[in-house]
C-alpha cells in the first residue's frame, strides 16, 4: 500500500508539471518591439549613393535624433541637399509610438520659427527649451509602420488622409521602409484628380545610414 500511495503521488506531480509546461500562453508578454525601430531610425544619413547612380535623385541630407527623452520617443528630423544644409527644405519633429505588437506609428509635427532650429540635430539637448505649444501635429499625416522583422519595418500614411497645398496639390503620401543600415522614403504630392504633382517618380530615396 505504501509503494502504491508513493507511486500514485508521483503521477500527480509529473501530471502537475507537465501542465505547468503546456500553458506557455499564461506567462507570454507582449513583445515591445518600439525601441529598436526608434533606434533604427536615429542618425545621419545620406542619398549620394543613389544621386550617383541616377541622376533623377538629388543628393540629400537627411538627421534624425532623438529629442525630449522625459516625454517619450521624439525626434528631430532634417532634409536638405547635401550642398545647402545650411539651408533646409523640411523641418520636421516625429513621435514614435507603438499601437500593438506588430503596428507603431510615427506622427509629423512642424515647428514654429524652425529656421532657429537650423543645424540643432548636432546639439539635442538644445530642442530641451522648445515646448510642445511651440509644435504644431499635421494631422491624418502619420506613417503606420508595421514590423517585418527584427531588421525591417515598412508602412505608409493613410488614403489621402494628408492634405498638402504644396505646389498647388490636394494631398500628399508617405511610403517608408526603415531598416539597420538605411531608409526608403518616397514622398509625392497629388492634386484633388489624383495627378502626381511632385516628388520621385520611380521610386523613394534611399538614404544610407552614415553613423
Same mark, same amino acid.
Given at each position: ?5 508513493? #507511486? ?5 506531480? @509529473? ?5 505547468? $509546461?503546456? *500553458?506557455?500562453?499564461?506567462?507570454? %508578454? =507582449? ?23 541616377? #541622376? ?5 541630407? @537627411? ?5 525630449? $527623452?522625459? *516625454?517619450?520617443?521624439?525626434?528631430? %528630423? =532634417? ?133
Amino acid at each position: 500500500m505504501k509503494h502504491l500511495i508513493l #507511486s500514485l503521488a508521483l503521477v500527480a506531480t @509529473l501530471f502537475s508539471c507537465k501542465n505547468s $509546461e503546456t *500553458k506557455p500562453e499564461e506567462t507570454l %508578454v =507582449e513583445a515591445n518591439h518600439l525601441q529598436d525601430l526608434f533606434s533604427m531610425m536615429q542618425g545621419s544619413f545620406t542619398s549620394e549613393i543613389q544621386a550617383e547612380v541616377d #541622376s533623377t535623385y538629388f543628393n540629400i541630407s @537627411l538627421h534624425m535624433y532623438p529629442i525630449w $527623452e522625459e *516625454k517619450g520617443n521624439f525626434l528631430y %528630423v =532634417e532634409q536638405a541637399l547635401t550642398s545647402r544644409q545650411n539651408k533646409p527644405y523640411r523641418q520636421r519633429i516625429y513621435e514614435v509610438t507603438q499601437l500593438n505588437d506588430s503596428l507603431f506609428s510615427s506622427a509629423i509635427y512642424t515647428i514654429e520659427h524652425d529656421s532657429l532650429w537650423i543645424g540643432k540635430w548636432k546639439t539635442p539637448k538644445a530642442f530641451d527649451a522648445l515646448s510642445m505649444n511651440q509644435v504644431s501635429k499635421k494631422e491624418g499625416c502619420e506613417v503606420t509602420l508595421k514590423r517585418i522583422n527584427s531588421e525591417y519595418f515598412k508602412g505608409e500614411t493613410g488614403d489621402k488622409t494628408c492634405s498638402s497645398t504644396l505646389y498647388g496639390a490636394s494631398y500628399a503620401t508617405s511610403e517608408v521602409e526603415i531598416l539597420s543600415d538605411k531608409i526608403i522614403s518616397w514622398d509625392r504630392g497629388f492634386d484633388d484628380k489624383d495627378e502626381h504633382i511632385w516628388g520621385a517618380e520611380k521610386g523613394g530615396y534611399v538614404f544610407n545610414k552614415l553613423d
